[in-house]
């Protein structure tokens, strides 16, 4: 895939038939759990979900982010996924074989529209870039690793079960408002689109940063001499 510019834009073409939709502040936040739902089940790694397969008897680091994407299918073809793909109907997609390699893929038998391991790869990797969100490769160096990671994780989720949950992009909206560096008010966020906004909080996020360091380096409790080039300016360099 070439580089993806995404700042001025509504909508990212994947092909001629399947595009990934930028949705707005406003839009997400009428729809927010839904919408971080599906970008957490087209976007997820093995890793990311360790507990879930566990208990269904799969090794996470068995199995790949394709297969664990055709495990999560079911449920993302009876979700509303136009916040993602706008027009895009995913309810008729059905597994089928890639007569090419014999690999399993989703088709569209009304329009022919198919999605494969590669494909997927690809909105995947758009989705990270507007949503900020990392690609998590990590791997267990043995079983004993791999079995505290496992129990780990869902110590973690049992504190978090019957927690309320609280609107994240709500609180990082409010904060960011309220920071001198931000020149947008609440009615003005609704129209960005959430990539832009994203970009800004890690811009803001940076320069903050990088003005303690400076003011580090004036006072004399940060030596420059220790700092790389990256650290030495508040633009994002990637």
């Known amino acids: ?13 994947i092909n001629d038939k399947i595009k990934v939709v930028i949705p707005t502040v406003g839009q997400i936040l009428d ?9 957490t089940m087209w976007t997820a790694m093995p890793i990311d979900m360790m507990v879930q397969l566990d208990d269904i008897g799969l090794d ?42 014999n690999e399993i893929i989703l088709v569209d038998p009304n329009s022919d529209i198919r999605i494969d391991r590669a ?48 609107s994240q992009l709500e609180k990082l909206i409010i904060a960011l408002v309220n920071t001198s560096e931000f020149s947008y008010g609440y009615e003005d966020v609704e129209g960005l689109t959430i990539y832009q906004f994203n970009q800004s909080l890690r811009q803001i996020i940076r320069k903050i940063d990088y003005d303690n360091r400076m003011h580090g380096i004036y006072a004399g409790t940060v030596n420059a001499k220790e700092l790389s080039q990256d650290d030495l300016t508040w633009l994002i360099n990637k």
Request: charged content about 30%.
């Open 1 to 13: 895939m070439s580089t993806i510019n995404l700042l001025f834009r509504k909508e990212y073409p």
């Open 31 to 39: 729809n927010e759990d839904e919408y971080y739902s599906l970008v």
């Open 60 to 101: 996470f680091t068995k199995i790949n982010d394709w297969q664990l994407f055709m495990l999560l299918f079911g449920v993302i073809k009876e979700t509303d996924n136009s916040l993602l793909f706008g027009d895009l109907d995913l309810s008729s997609f059905e597994k089928a074989i890639n007569p090419v390699n």
């Open 119 to 166: 494909l997927h790869g690809q909105i995947a990797t758009v989705l990270r870039k507007i949503n900020h969100i990392e690609k998590n490769n990590r791997k267990p160096a043995n079983e004993d690793a791999r079995e505290f990671m496992i129990e780990r994780a869902r110590q973690k989720q049992k504190r978090q079960r019957g927690r309320a949950i609280d």
